[in-house]
Structures are given as C-alpha cells and as structure tokens.
C-alpha cells in the first residue's frame, strides 16, 4: 500500500515530483504548537454571563472569568509526542 505524500508538480515540467511534507510531519509539527501553547497558557481562559437578578422586564448580569485548566503533564506529553512524529516522519526510508 502506498503512503500518502504531498506532491507538487511545477507547470514547466512533468518529469519531476517534489515531495512537500509528509502528512505526519504536519501533524507532529500541529501538536508541537500546541504543546507549547498548553505548557505556556496551562489553561482555556472564557468569560461568562450569569443571570443575577431579574425584576420584572429588568434583569442584570454579572460577567464571570473562567478557566479550564490544562495540567502541564498534558502539555509536556503532547509536545514529546509531536517531536516523536516528527523524527518518524523525517527519517530516511530505504528504497520502497
């Protein structure tokens, strides 16, 4: 079975096909940032809107901020796995 590789032709000449990136490379890379990202903010900040007190057709609301916290363990396995991806997917392989 075939691996699926990115390829790029160039209009000027069909004899040679680039190979871009693998799509394990993209997504090594993808979970990197967002290991680093997780490690960095360790949390999901989001603001939200609580009904406080309603009389009648008045009512107020109290903005609330929020978090959702991201354990950096999270973060740290995340990124080691991109980097695992992304040394598998850059490694050389033998003749096919």
């Not at 990115?6 to 940032?33: F, H, Q």
């Amino acid at each position: 079975m075939a691996k699926p590789v990115i390829v790029i032709r160039t209009y000027w000449s069909n004899e040679k096909e680039t190979e871009i990136m693998k799509p394990i490379l993209i997504v090594g890379i993808a979970l990197i940032i967002l290991g680093v990202v997780a490690l960095v903010y360790q949390g999901i900040p989001y603001t939200s809107r609580e009904k406080v007190l309603q009389i009648g057709p008045l009512e107020a609301t109290a903005k609330t901020k929020k978090t959702i916290a991201v354990p950096p363990i999270v973060g740290g396995l995340v990124l080691a796995g991109g980097i695992v991806l992304v040394l598998l997917g850059s490694r050389k392989k033998g003749k096919d």
